[in-house]
């Protein structure tokens, strides 16, 4: 983030006091929310997402793999994501390495669940194709073009996006081949699987400028930040993953207020990308 | 089989020893399991902890809790990587790492990259960075067995080498983690308890500023869950952070009395007798 | 010219901290003219060793070495392995010395120290030379299975003579060592037994039974010595080490034998007495290593 000035931080602060922030928001309102899906042809499954300024790319790719031996009735999910150079200029060179690889492990923590897989997104065990032999692994790859605050949040609804848009195909199993080590598998190429997203949680960062929280924050808030919650929250209002991001210590009933404060985001939220996804499924069908 | 390092071609691949041959501790609804070591759900292990562990740093701490062993050294404050730019508050640098022996099969995961980000989370909000501008303070774990619930541990422990090191801090920083595992909760899970959790909290807690520097969840919870994991770790924060002060006190009021012992005076402490 | 007296005169009106740091060959040089060390050793002594299990669970044997504030932790980890078509009949033993960023403020994440790898391999040439493990002892079924034996040899705390630790922890992990128990299944695989699974398998399966350590035929020792001016200084602290102009390494094993002797570089040495003397101050430690060791050994059987 480029420097600020005294005057500049002030004014953002004293905005986000008065619940009149520098771009006209309220405090809890997210920027104009733009959904594309299936934009990368070659995947599964993908989806293209914009908060404002900030944009960024999932995808969904299924391959056939074979299960953890100490899980033989879950299927794997693996989560990657990158930043473009292009997005904010410390991405150049190295520099976007600590930030994926923070995105990645908060968005596996919020999606996949525990280590048993009790809480997941993503369910594992509708990806097992012949228990403990063969099973769909699921790649889901993130990258953020274009950087401009809350870029969590924004992959978050990215990935849900791309996930609704997945088909995996159908697997046909030779009868008489699963009793076999490695069951020959028969992949097809015009039926495909609509995923079940329902469980799929949406992503709440709160960013805490002063005594007040916001969401949807922009680089520049992100700037001033004291520190920022980021909650995960599924339809049932459970949480479903949540990660402090460093920064000042909070008291933990400021961070019980926060998530009481996230779960009544997260309804509207859901509604709006949903409504947003089928929308863009809408238009891409057209086509 | 196996993924083992490059070096070992022709092992069979044993099976992690402790695990084979016991049956699972917990299994689905089973609501009278019992702990593999006997605790009761809300019992944290007895915690060992020791200051001035590694005399070659500004200052380190020791920490044994179960079969979970840590050494953690502070070096610094001391001059920024000539690359860094002028910054006009110090800057904390964090690493954590595990010996080759540290996991039941040998050499994995040598250098944890997610832990140090976590490491490096839960200090920033304790230390004044303030009273060490344009310098940094590294603080680097190393992790000698691992038995469970590793990264509070680490985190306790680095807390406990940053005082031992003269670093300015608000307040001490414990760590505790809970595994929600079916309709029980249980508190500082041991290795064995891993596998079997449907979710977990990590709190990092200033005990006498009642504040929270990190706190991470996974898996699915609802509110009146988080609320009562939260009290159970708040609880056990506060305890294990008088463990800690007591141990800092004691090692103040060693170092007074005798200034110069034998260099030989610190070593059964290591292992914690 | 006038600079060595202007810091002598400085020298003796600064506190003695500020001109250690300023000016360490002078400050040195003024303990060693009163037949003293800067940590009150005299001068042909070495400081105290312990010796004591590491108590890590997860190994087959550990052990953890102190001299002075220089700490070691090693750990011996066995596994099975098919022994090579050449050598049919033994095992094998692997080395490897770590320093990890804790144990001193030279040592950097992503940077490791220079001297580890050379530590590493000066530790597998001493202990395959000495002779103290017969290899052959570690074969299982001739052609089919074999001990492949790990040491790893954590520094924990780095300050001067690594090398004599490290090698004083492999000698006593070896001694510690307990080799698991393996079982033979039907299929003919090995496998590794549990020490709590012990009492509920018949003990026709066991290959290895009643054979739980290793005969040790004689364990090597070190002392290094650093040389300076005509002054012999064993078991240098690391402060100490970036004084002296060069070091000798004796290994010698428990019955007085050298098995290596190391000197890497610096001046040349004038007269062959100072390696005698060496080897001389070398066996005085011997003995004491042996009896904390051999003193460890009776403790641990006690237990």
């Not at chain 3, 299990?53 to 550990?62: E, K, M, N, Q, R």
């Not at chain 3, 070896?174 to 039907?186: A, C, N, R, Y």
């Not at chain 3, 040495?269 to 101050?281: E, G, M, R, W």
């Amino acid at each position: 983030m480029t420097g600020l000035s005294l005057g500049e931080k002030l004014f953002i602060q004293g905005g986000i006091a008065q619940d009149l922030r520098t771009d006209g928001r309220k405090r809890l309102t997210y920027r104009p929310i733009y959904v594309e899906t299936g934009v990368i042809p070659q995947a599964n499954g993908s989806a293209r997402v914009q908060f404002g300024g900030t944009d960024v790319i999932a995808s969904v790719k299924a391959e056939i793999g074979r299960p953890n031996p100490m899980q033989p009735d879950k299927g794997k999910v693996m989560i990657n994501v990158s930043c473009s150079p292009t997005a904010a200029p410390i991405f150049e060179g190295r520099g976007d390495e600590e930030v994926s690889a923070e995105l990645t492990v908060t968005l596996q923590r919020c999606l996949l669940g525990g280590k048993s897989g009790a809480g997941a997104g993503i369910d594992p065990t509708s990806l097992v194709v012949v228990e403990g032999k063969v099973c769909w692994d699921l790649y889901i790859d993130g990258l953020v073009i274009s950087s401009d605050g809350n870029l969590l949040d924004a992959l978050g609804a990215a990935i849900k996006a791309a996930l609704s848009n997945t088909g995996i195909p159908q697997v046909q199993v030779a009868a008489d081949a699963s009793g076999e080590d490695r069951p020959e598998v028969d992949i097809s190429d015009e039926e495909f699987l609509q995923f079940d997203t329902s469980g799929v949680p949406v992503i709440i960062t709160l960013t805490k400028v002063g005594r007040h929280y916001i969401v949807d924050a922009t680089g520049e808030e992100e700037s001033q930040m004291s520190s920022a919650v980021s909650i995960s929250i599924n339809r049932k209002g459970h949480i479903c993953g949540l990660s402090k991001r460093g920064g000042a210590g909070l008291d933990h009933s400021v961070i019980l207020d926060m998530i009481s404060v996230a779960r009544h985001v997260s309804e509207q939220l859901l509604n709006k990308l949903d409504s947003e996804i089928s929308a863009a499924e809408a238009v891409q069908n057209e086509l | 089989m196996t993924g083992k390092g490059s070096a070992t071609p022709a092992t069979y691949s044993p099976s992690p020893t402790s695990r084979k041959g016991k049956p699972p501790a917990y299994k689905d609804g089973d609501l009278n399991w019992a702990r593999p070591d006997g605790r009761g759900f809300q019992q944290c292990r007895p915690a060992y902890f020791r200051t001035g562990a590694v005399n070659a740093a500004s200052g380190s701490a020791y920490v044994e809790i179960g079969n979970t062993k840590v050494i953690v050294s502070v070096f610094g404050p001391r001059e920024s990587k000539k690359a860094m730019k002028y910054s006009d508050i110090g800057r904390l640098n964090c690493n954590v790492s595990y010996t080759s022996f540290s996991t039941p099969v040998r050499g994995q995961q040598l250098d944890h990259k997610e832990y140090s980000s976590m490491l490096h989370k839960a200090l920033e909000g304790a230390i004044i960075l303030e009273s060490f501008p344009k310098t940094t303070v590294d603080v680097f774990a190393l992790v000698l067995e691992s038995g469970g619930s590793d990264l509070p541990i680490v985190i306790s422990c680095a807390s406990l080498a940053l005082a031992d090191a003269g670093i300015m801090m608000y307040d001490l920083v414990a760590s505790v983690s809970v595994y929600s595992l079916g309709v029980n909760l249980v508190i500082d899970p041991i290795s064995e308890e891993e596998s079997y959790q449907d979710g977990s909290l990590l709190i990092s807690y200033m005990p006498s500023r009642k504040e929270v520097t990190q706190l991470t969840v996974t898996g699915e919870w609802s509110t009146d869950k988080i609320n009562e994991a939260m009290n159970i770790c708040l609880d056990a924060c506060g305890k294990l952070g008088e463990i800690m002060r007591m141990c800092l006190k004691e090692a103040a009021s060693v170092s007074s009395e005798v200034n110069l012992g034998r260099p030989g005076g610190r070593l059964k402490g290591l292992q914690g007798a | 010219m006038g600079l060595p007296n202007e810091s002598g005169d400085l020298l003796s009106k600064m506190d003695s901290d500020a001109s250690r740091r300023l000016f360490p060959l002078r400050f040195y040089e003024s303990h060693l003219s009163i037949s003293t060390r800067p940590d009150g050793r005299p001068l042909k002594s070495a400081r105290e060793a312990f010796v004591g299990p590491g108590d890590v669970a997860s190994a087959d044997g550990s052990a953890m070495t102190k001299i002075g504030s220089t700490t070691m932790l090693a750990a011996i980890k066995m596994e099975i392995m098919t022994p090579s078509a050449d050598k049919p009949d033994e095992g094998s033993i692997a080395v490897e010395f770590y320093m990890p960023p804790i144990c001193s403020p030279l040592v950097r994440p992503g940077r490791p120290a220079e001297i580890a790898p050379v530590i590493s391999k000066q530790l597998y040439d001493t202990i395959m030379s000495s002779g103290m493990i017969d290899l052959k002892e570690l074969s299982l079924i001739s052609g089919k299975a074999a001990w492949m034996v790990y040491l790893d040899i954590y520094c924990l705390d780095a300050d001067g003579a690594l090398f004599d630790a490290a090698l004083y922890s492999a000698a006593a992990a070896f001694s510690f060592l307990q080799i698991p128990v393996v079982s033979l299944s039907e299929e003919g695989r090995l496998t590794i037994i549990p020490e709590e699974g012990n009492g509920n398998k018949s003990d026709k399966d066991v290959v290895n039974k009643g054979k739980r350590k290793l005969t040790i035929s004689s364990l090597p020792f070190s002392l290094t010595c650093g040389l300076h001016k005509n002054y012999i200084l064993p078991d240098p602290t690391s402060e100490e080490e970036t004084l002296m102009e060069t070091f000798v390494t004796v290994v010698l094993n428990s019955s007085g034998h050298l098995v290596s002797l190391y000197k890497p570089g610096g001046p040349v040495l004038a007269q062959t007495s100072t390696i005698q003397d060496c080897i001389a101050l070398t066996r005085q430690r011997m003995t004491d290593l042996q009896k904390s060791l051999d003193e460890a050994i009776t403790e641990m059987k006690v237990d």
